[in-house]
C-alpha cells in the first residue's frame, strides 16, 4: 500500500529512539488529530472525536524528531499510512500507523526556530595536495608520449600551409 496522508494533531509522548539490529535509528510516538464541528443547536465548537496515529520516523529524520519535539506539541506530518489487523490472547483490533516523511511543527498555534543540520565533514588531510613538479607538461594527455625537444635549426621548423591556394597571414 502506498497511501500518502497528511494529518495534524498533538504529540501524546516524547518521541522514543531505538535502534534496529542492523543500525537504523527509529523515532516512535503517538499523534492525536482532533476533529470539531460546529453544533448549530449550542451555537458553538464541540469535539467530534480524536483520532489515533502510531507514527514511527527513521534515519535523519528520528533523530531530528528526537531532539525537536516534545509531548504536546502542535505537528503537521505526512507520511505513508499503513492499516494493519492485530490479535493477542484477550483482544483483536485494528492498529493505525504512518511512516513519516516529514515533520514540522505547526505554525498556527506557536513558532519555532529552525537550524539546519550539519552533515559531518571529511577528515582534513594532514597535508595539502600539490600539483606535480617533475617537469612535465601539465596540459599533456595522460598516456601520450613526451613531446620531442625543439627543433635544432630553423630548416627543421614547420612551414605554413597554403590552403586553397592562399597563404596565411603567419
Not at 492525536?32 to 460546529?38: D, E, N, V
Amino acid at each position: 500500500m502506498n497511501d500518502t496522508i497528511t494529518i495534524t494533531g498533538n504529540l501524546a509522548n516524547d518521541p522514543e529512539l531505538k535502534h534496529t539490529p542492523g543500525g537504523v535509528v527509529i523515532a516512535s510516538f503517538r499523534v492525536g488529530s482532533g476533529r470539531r464541528k460546529f453544533d448549530k443547536a449550542a451555537n458553538a465548537w464541540v469535539d467530534a472525536g480524536t483520532n489515533w496515529y502510531a507514527v514511527s520516523a527513521f534515519r535523519s529524520l528520528a533523530e531530528h524528531a528526537h531532539a525537536s519535539l516534545r509531548r504536546g506539541d502542535r505537528v503537521v506530518l505526512t507520511g505513508r499510512l499503513r492499516i494493519r489487523s492485530w490479535e493477542n490472547d484477550t483482544a483483536r483490533g485494528t492498529a493505525v500507523e504512518i511512516d513519516a516523511d516529514a515533520i514540522g511543527h505547526d505554525l498556527m498555534w506557536g513558532t519555532s526556530v529552525f537550524t539546519k543540520a550539519t552533515r559531518a565533514s571529511a577528515p582534513a588531510a594532514e597535508e595539502a595536495w600539490e600539483p606535480p613538479n617533475d617537469g612535465a607538461d601539465a596540459w599533456a594527455t595522460p598516456g601520450s608520449p613526451p613531446p620531442s625537444a625543439a627543433p635544432a635549426s630553423s630548416a627543421e621548423e614547420p612551414r605554413p600551409i597554403a590552403l586553397a591556394g592562399v597563404e596565411g597571414p603567419f
